[in-house]
């Protein structure tokens, strides 16, 4: 069983991903950003900034997850869409969102790239009807908790 959490930069997945990970020992958390430093170093740039890499940074994650699904159950979070992960082992999503004020906040002073584009894509990402949990004034502990009933429930389907 896959799980999907789609969230714009500054909505919480790297917080909480350490949560999810002790909450769902049974599961292999894979947070989007794990394996940035070493597709950087590979590629001899940064990804993040460097459009021509995010397909196939989106294989490597793939491979990756593809690798661990027959054994375990997974759960990613990470910034593509469900029509941009479309070869993608089916699964559930839900969206990790928050206030807009709160991204620009949690944002400042990292080097993610621009808070303005980040809340484009999180009200980008809002249009998509999928199930929300928001981290707006939240604990890493309670966010990831929720998260956390969220993939056990979609298990049970």
Known sequence: MLTMVLGAPGSGKSTAAPVLRRLLPRHVVVDWDDFMPDAAALAGRDVPTSPDLWGPYRLLVRSIVGMVLPVVDAVVLGVSTPDELVDWPPGSWVLLDCDDDERRDRLAGRSVGDADEAIADARAYRRLGLPVVDSSGR??????????????RSELR
């Open 139 to 152: 604990t890493a502990d309670d966010v990831a908790a929720e998260l956390a009933r969220i993939v056990e």
